[in-house]
């Protein structure tokens, strides 16, 4: 008994020791959240025009941004009240979360970085994004976390996020969403829309994938087959007649010219059934299976074309989205402005 009680004492005191730290860090209330916030976020200039939000996540300089802010060939800048406007290169993009890290130049200054928590927020949580949206400098505001799980969202590319109820606005990308603690739980990407504007869900990265990038510190190799998909229940009440009855599947909406889908005779318009002989159901079950593969692997889709009564299989390669910035282009490329950006 008395080596247990002695046992008990010694894991109390460890708790208690580790805890501490770490619990005076933690803000007291939302006027702390935002200072503590501030000291760490940037706001990311694209030859001097602002282009998105970022956040020090590194002692020594390091920031994390949306990939979709940044450009290859084009001068990127980062400007906040703590280490004033500086240069930056790019050190490492992952296309596949839209997530990029840049390195700032150093003038022997403090840089306060925030801390990543990878761990996934509980639905319901409330987080905040902290960004520069519409010109408008040093913004907090709240979201909720809308789903258990991550999914995948269609912008340029799929990218994997999560969704959190709110309202974001343009030049908020790259903004990070933090937890009651100050932590990076997320990174601000896009956000779903309809004919009528903004629907009030937000998509974000999750956290998990930044502590990633930050880990390698090196370009992600994401398998793509350049192609964009969706659910059946999008189509007219007119096309799903044609179908078979009860057919589940995916749409093939768009491709990229001379992509990974039209080289291996993907069609617009064709209904993918099957990859790799397994069944499809929704959209996450089609890019969740290509994730699993690796650029330069070949996946065999099963599809319905024409009358959509005849199934028919096709060999297709698998690319790889960050190719391009392996081997930068030689042409300049012409910066598009984004849904979610200025």
């Not at 007291?28 to 959240?33: P, R, V």
């Not at 240069?87 to 490492?92: C, R, W, Y």
């Not at 087959?225 to 189509?235: G, N, R, S, Y």
């Not at 001379?258 to 959209?283: L, P």
Request: glycine share 8%; proline share 5%; net charge neutral.
């Amino acid at each position: 008994m008395e080596i247990r009680s002695y046992k008990r004492v010694i894991c109390l005191l460890v708790i208690l020791v580790f805890a501490a730290p770490v619990d005076a860090a933690r803000p007291k209330d939302l006027g702390e959240l935002y200072d503590l916030a501030q000291q760490s976020c940037v706001e990311v200039l694209i030859n001097g025009h602002q282009s998105g939000t970022g956040c020090i996540v590194s002692s020594d300089g390091l920031v994390l941004t949306a990939a979709h802010v940044i450009n290859q060939q084009q001068r990127i800048e980062v400007v906040s009240k703590g280490i004033g406007r500086r240069n930056a290169t790019i050190v490492a993009v992952n296309l596949g979360h839209d997530i990029a890290l840049l390195q700032v130049d150093s003038n022997d200054g403090e840089f306060k970085p925030l801390a990543v928590n990878r761990r996934f927020p509980a639905p319901g949580t409330d987080i905040y994004l902290f960004a520069s949206p519409l010109y408008r400098h040093e913004i907090l505001q709240r979201g909720m976390v809308a789903r258990r799980q991550t999914t995948f969202e269609y912008q340029d590319r799929f990218i994997e996020v999560f969704h959190v109820a709110g309202q974001v606005q343009k030049g908020s990308s790259g903004g990070v969403w933090l937890n009651e603690r100050g932590e990076i739980v997320g990174v601000q990407s896009g956000s779903v829309t309809s004919q009528f504007g903004p629907a009030g869900i937000a998509n974000v990265t999750p956290a998990r994938a930044v502590a990633d990038l930050l880990a390698t510190q090196q370009h992600a190799s994401t398998p793509t087959l350049q192609m964009f998909v969706d659910e059946l229940v999008v189509l007219s009440p007119e096309v799903l007649e044609k179908l078979p009855e009860r057919t589940i599947g995916v749409v093939v909406q768009k491709m990229e010219s001379r992509g990974a889908a039209e080289q291996g005779g993907v069609n617009k318009g064709d209904v993918i059934t099957h990859i790799n002989g397994k069944r499809i159901r929704i959209r996450d079950d089609f890019v969740g299976a290509i994730r699993t593969m690796k650029p330069g692997d070949m996946v065999t889709l099963t599809l319905l074309r024409g009358d959509m009564t005849t199934a028919k299989e096709v060999t297709v390669p698998v690319a790889e989205m960050e190719a391009t910035w392996r081997s930068p282009p030689d042409v300049q490329p012409v910066h598009t402005t984004r849904e979610d950006a200025n």
